[in-house]
């Protein structure tokens, strides 16, 4: 069981397009480009929106290939399968509040100082995200909603 959980740990996380690296900032994955105003809003939000997306889509999936899982297990995984996301969303969040404050970022920019707080352990905000993500996790049915439309 741990070895397929294992696999389909992989599996999720390519789907998510998660990336192993726990430097992401020296693939590119973030840009040099400095961001403010709207651009940077929509981004936030698309961050968001994809996150709920990943957070969703992993806790329905685990839920149908381990119907037995804990929530407590199944919340732990899709935080590990969706940390790419999270990563994501806590760059715009850096950026949005510098921006707020007169001293934009760059995405790199916003990563190392993410970096950093995890490197001297005052990360306290990802202890609080991933705590906020483990809340909304336990309102999710083990059951994903019907669907409407045109997929029906």
């Known amino acids: 069981m741990k070895k397929q959980l294992g ?3 992989a599996l999720l996380a390519t789907f998510a397009c998660a990336d192993t690296n726990d430097d992401l900032a020296s693939n590119n994955r973030f840009g040099q480009k400095i961001m403010t ?4 809003r929509e981004n936030a939000d698309r961050s968001g929106v994809l996150l709920l997306y990943c957070i969703d889509n992993s806790w329905y999936r685990l839920g ?3 119907p037995k899982m ?6 732990e995984h899709v935080i590990e399968i ?3 996301n999270i990563d994501t969303y806590s760059v715009d969040s850096v950026l949005l509040a510098a921006d707020r404050y007169g001293q934009p970022k760059s ?3 916003a990563w190392q100082i993410i970096q ?3 490197r001297k352990g005052t990360d306290q905000g990802r202890q609080e995200l991933h705590e906020k993500i483990r809340q909304y996790m336990q309102t999710l ?12």
Request: with cysteine.
């Open 82 to 84: 969706c940390q790419p």
């Open 70 to 75: 804990s929530k407590q297990e199944k919340s």
């Open 141 to 152: 049915d083990d059951n994903p909603p019907a669907r409407s439309g045109f997929f029906n």
């Open 107 to 109: 995405e790199q920019q």
């Open 7 to 9: 696999c389909l740990l």
């Open 64 to 66: 149908a290939m381990y």
């Open 37 to 40: 105003g709207t651009t940077l």
């Open 116 to 118: 950093d707080n995890r």
